[in-house]
C-alpha cells in the first residue's frame, strides 16, 4: 500500500461514528447471512451513487475480484493480461483459479495499459483482460473494449482508485463484463475493510454470489436453478461484508460526492501552480477524462544529466524542507515481484499460474521517472497548495509567483 494514499484518506465524519454507535445500542445484527439490513442498504446507495447496478458488497476488493474470477468461469490454462504498473490484487485472485497473467506495457504519461501492447499480448490462450484506472484516471475504454469485444475476451475494470470518475461522460466500472471497488482504509470511500463489484449481467452476479455468499443470500438472490441446487454450501468461501464496515462505509457514501469535489479543486489548484514551474509536470488528465477523487497526486520532478539522481535526491530534499510531504512511490512495478517472475510457492498451481512478462516495458519506466507522491489530505486548504507551489519553485530554482493563484 502506498504510504501517501493511506494518509490522505477521507477522515471519518462524526455522524459516522454516531451512526456506528446507533447500530450496536439497537441491537442491530452483527452478521448477515441473507444481505438484508444495512447490507442491502448500502448496495442500493453504491447503485445510485455510482451508476451501476447488481451491486455485491464483499469483505474486500481483493475478494470481490476473486469472486469475479469465480464469475467468469474461464477456461483452466486461459491468459487473463493485466497492466505492468497496477496493484498485484487486480490479477493475483486469477491464481487461485486456474489462470495465468500476462503483463504488458502502459502509456508513459498515464500509467494506464497501453492498447497497442494489449494487441501484441494476444494468444490464442487469452481469454479476459483486467483494466486499472490508474489513480483515478480512466483507462481508454473505448478502444480496449471493442479490442474485446472483436476477440470475444472479458473485461473487468478495477474502479479501486476511481470513486466517481467518468470516462466520455460515462461513470467508470460500466463499460467492462464485471467491475470492482475496494473499500480499504486508504480508498476514497473507507470501510475499513471491504470491497465490492457490480455487473449489468445478472447471470455473472448470481455466479459471484455463489462464490462467497452461500445459504441465505445465494437461497434468497439466485434464480438460475443449476447454481441454487448449491446454495446451502457456495462455492466454499465466505466473503461476506461485516455490517458494521457497511454502517460506516454507507454513512461515508453521503460525504462521497463533496469530498471528491473538494480535493478534485485542491489539486486543480495545485497543478495550476505547477505549471509554468520549469522542470515539474502535474499528473496529465485528458479531456475524455474525470478524476474522481485523485487515489494519490503524482506529479513529474524532471532531471537530466549525469548526476540526475544526485539532484532529484536535492530537490525531494528541498521539498521536504519546505514541508511538502513528498516522496517517491513505495510499490513498483509488477514485473520487479516474486509471483510475477518465479514459481509459485503452490503444488497445484504450478501447472496454470504460468506469468508472461510482455516486456520491455518502456512506458512504465517513462512514467515512473521523476514521478513523486504528495500527500494532500482532507484537512488540506488552498493556501497550503499555494505553499506547495511555491516549495517546487524554490526546489528547482525558479522564479516564486509574485501573486497568489486564481482561487475561483
Known amino acids: ?59 474486500s476488493g481483493t475478494a470481490a475480484l476473486h469472486s469475479a474470477y469465480l464469475a467468469l468461469d474461464l477456461p483452466t490454462g486461459s491468459e487473463v493480461i493485466a497492466p505492468v504498473t497496477t496493484f498485484h490484487a487486480s490479477i ?42 490508474n489513480l483515478g484516471h480512466p483507462a481508454d475504454l473505448d478502444d480496449i ?13 478495477d474502479c479501486s482508485h476511481a470513486y466517481l470518475s467518468t470516462y466520455r461522460g460515462r461513470p467508470v466500472g460500466t463499460v467492462g463484463d464485471i467491475a ?25 452476479f448470481e455466479r459471484a454470489c455463489l462464490a462467497g455468499h452461500y445459504r441465505g443470500r445465494s437461497r434468497k438472490q439466485i434464480t438460475d436453478p443449476a447454481l441454487r441446487a448449491f446454495a446451502d454450501t457456495g462455492l466454499g468461501l465466505k466473503y461476506r461484508l461485516h455490517p458494521l464496515a457497511a454502517v460506516i462505509a454507507c454513512s461515508e457514501a453521503g460525504h ?21 514551474i520549469p522542470c515539474v ?30 539532484v532529484f535526491r536535492h530537490r525531494l530534499e528541498v521539498l521536504r524542507a519546505a514541508g ?5 512511490p513505495s510499490i513498483g512495478a509488477l514485473d520487479s515481484m516474486a509471483l510475477f517472475t518465479t514459481t509459485a510457492p503452490l503444488r497445484h ?22 514521478r513523486l507522491s504528495v500527500t494532500v489530505t482532507a484537512t488540506d486548504d488552498l493556501a497550503r497548495m499555494e505553499s506547495y507551489a511555491a516549495a517546487f519553485a524554490e526546489a528547482t530554482g525558479s522564479s516564486p509567483r509574485t501573486a497568489p493563484l486564481g482561487r475561483a
Not at 471497488?181 to 457490480?198: D, H, I, N
Open 349 to 370: 498451481a504450478s501447472a496454470t499460474w504460468k506469468p508472461r512478462l510482455c516486456g520491455p516495458f518502456h512506458g512504465a519506466l517513462a512514467y515512473s521517472r521523476g
Open 281 to 310: 509536470q502535474p499528473p496529465l488528465v485528458r479531456d475524455y477524462a474525470t478524476m474522481g477523487g485523485w487515489f494519490s497526486y503524482r506529479p513529474v520532478l524532471e532531471t537530466t544529466g549525469d548526476n540526475s539522481q544526485a
Open 92 to 133: 493475483t485472485p486469477a491464481l487461485h483459479c486456474g489462470l495465468s497473467p500476462v503483463l504488458v506495457d502502459v502509456e508513459p504519461d498515464t500509467g494506464n495499459m497501453s492498447i497497442d501492447a494489449l494487441r501484441k499480448a494476444i494468444t490464442e490462450r487469452t481469454q479476459c483482460v483486467v483494466v486499472t484506472h
Open 324 to 328: 511538502v510531504p513528498a516522496h517517491r
Open 256 to 276: 462521497l460526492p463533496e469530498r471528491v469535489q473538494r480535493r478534485q479543486r485542491l489539486l486543480r489548484y495545485l497543478s495550476a501552480g505547477l505549471e509554468s
Open 180 to 204: 470492482v471497488w475496494s473499500m480499504q482504509a486508504a480508498k476514497t470511500l473507507v470501510a475499513g475493510e471491504g470491497g465490492f463489484l457490480a455487473t449489468g449481467d445478472r447471470a455473472l
Open 1 to 59: 500500500m502506498d504510504v501517501s494514499a493511506a494518509v490522505s484518506a477521507p477522515l471519518i465524519g462524526e455522524d459516522t461514528v454516531e451512526e456506528v454507535v446507533r447500530y450496536l445500542r439497537r441491537g442491530e445484527p452483527l452478521s448477515i447471512s441473507d444481505g438484508s439490513g444495512i447490507i442491502e442498504r448500502l448496495e442500493r446507495r453504491l447503485e445510485h451513487l455510482l451508476g451501476i447496478e447488481n451491486v455485491l458488497t464483499c469483505s
Open 145 to 157: 473494449a471493442e479490442f474485446c469485444r472483436e476477440r470475444g475476451l472479458r473485461l473487468v475494470e
